[in-house]
């Protein structure tokens, strides 16, 4: 066992990862094992990461906590927090193989969750009128949360173009690494937009400042400008640079 630690500590090192010792337990693979909010499996040759019991349990309960949180605000207020919530998670679960079940289960908990709230706010209301006064019919869905102007999100995210690593590459291989690299370069342009996307291909995804690849662009790019707005620099394309968030201490080009 302590073998199989050491290795995979250079592994990981390797790739400026660290195996964190209280984290960490080797299971059978066919069991599974929880890891970053994932339950990792073996099923049938087929290597499968779900979004983890765990993580959907905490997701739910902190709906929950904001639901309660917001009680007396404005209801509009209360489901841009909630629309937040779950972009963020879903966002982080986009690449899950069981995303498209676990939409649904999300959805009627929080149906539910809404009806009760609803119910205990407005007491000497019937069903009828709680049904006409929060929810409405878009599209072929009758139950559409809104209030002020503001619609509810669905968990809904198989809309989304899911990119799958192509089965054949053994990510744990090093000589494998470009491959790696460049189809999760491909992943990430999925999520970008505008000047933040032309930048990122044209710097090849490195970090202006420390040349290194950034590896979360699409919350932690940062645009720099070569030459500050205040010494006449513009806006423009060739006037910025795309860095890490944390990568302040940029020289300016001369
Ligand atoms: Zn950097």
């Not at 202006?208 to 590896?215: E, G, P, T």
């Amino acid at each position: 066992m302590e073998r199989v630690k050491l290795a995979l500590s250079e592994f990981l090192s390797e790739r400026g990862l660290e195996l964190s010792e209280e984290k960490t337990s080797i299971s059978n693979i066919e069991e599974g094992f929880d890891f970053l909010g994932w339950t990792f499996r073996k099923l049938k040759g087929t290597f499968l990461g779900k979004i983890s019991r765990k993580s959907i349990k905490n997701h739910l309960n902190n709906l929950k906590a904001i639901i309660k949180d917001n009680g007396n605000a404005p209801v509009g207020v209360l489901i841009s927090k909630l629309n937040r919530n779950i972009s963020g998670w879903l966002n982080y679960h986009r690449c899950a193989s069981n995303i498209w079940k676990v939409w649904g289960f999300c959805d009627h908990w929080l149906f539910k969750q809404l009806w009760l709230w609803a119910r205990k706010r407005h007491r000497s209301k019937g069903a009828i009128w709680i049904k006409r006064r929060y929810w409405k019919t878009i599209g072929n869905n009758n139950w559409v949360f809104n209030a002020d102007g503001a619609y509810l999100r669905s968990h809904d995210a198989r809309k989304r173009r899911i990119l799958r690593l192509p089965a054949e590459i053994k990510i744990f291989r090093l000589e494998n690494q470009e491959r790696i690299q460049n189809f999760w370069k491909r992943k990430q342009e999925m999520f970008l937009r505008g000047d933040k996307l032309k930048l990122w291909r044209i710097q090849k995804g490195l970090c202006a400042v420390c040349n290194k690849l950034i590896y979360d662009p699409q919350d932690k790019a940062r645009f720099d400008h070569v030459v500050p707005l205040t010494a006449g620099g513009t806006d423009a394309l060739s006037n910025l640079r795309l860095r890490h968030s944390h990568c302040r201490l940029y020289k300016k080009a001369t």
